[in-house]
């Protein structure tokens, strides 16, 4: 069974930067369809990047500009580097990857689903 494991959260002021990691067990983010959820308190999962098997990536309207989705080329891992964050951004990050189903909003249905990493944001 395959299984993920983010990392990189943790606490930091308005303004700051983090790097977020997924590591799959299996050598697989290279090949599936993945990107990044986070979950705020209160609200639904928001899809907030994906990155495709061809290597095209998208965002959402919230992070364009801030947020930069990208596969790791020799290790199994999947990152979100996040700059100028803002604490709207606060919130639960989960990884997800699927070899059939294109990562998009409002579906939450995928082969794979990382546990989590939280990110706090805060003055």
């Known amino acids: 069974q395959v299984e993920f494991v983010e990392s990189g959260g943790g606490l930091i002021q308005p303004g700051g930067s983090l790097r977020l990691s997924c590591s799959a067990s299996e050598n697989i983010l290279r090949t599936y369809a993945t990107g990044w959820y986070r979950k705020a308190p209160g609200k639904e999962r928001e899809l907030v990047a994906y990155i495709t098997t061809s290597g095209s990536v998208d965002y959402a309207d919230s992070v364009k500009g801030r947020f930069v989705i990208s596969r790791g080329e020799i290790r199994n891992k999947l990152y979100l580097h996040m700059n100028n964050l803002k604490p709207e951004d606060t919130g639960v990050y989960y990884c997800?990857?699927?070899?059939?189903?294109?990562?998009?909003?409002?579906?939450?249905?995928?082969?794979?689903w990382g546990q989590g990493t939280r990110v706090t944001v805060s003055s």
């Open positions: 997800v990857a699927d070899a059939v189903r294109p990562i998009v909003s409002g579906e939450y249905d995928y082969e794979f």
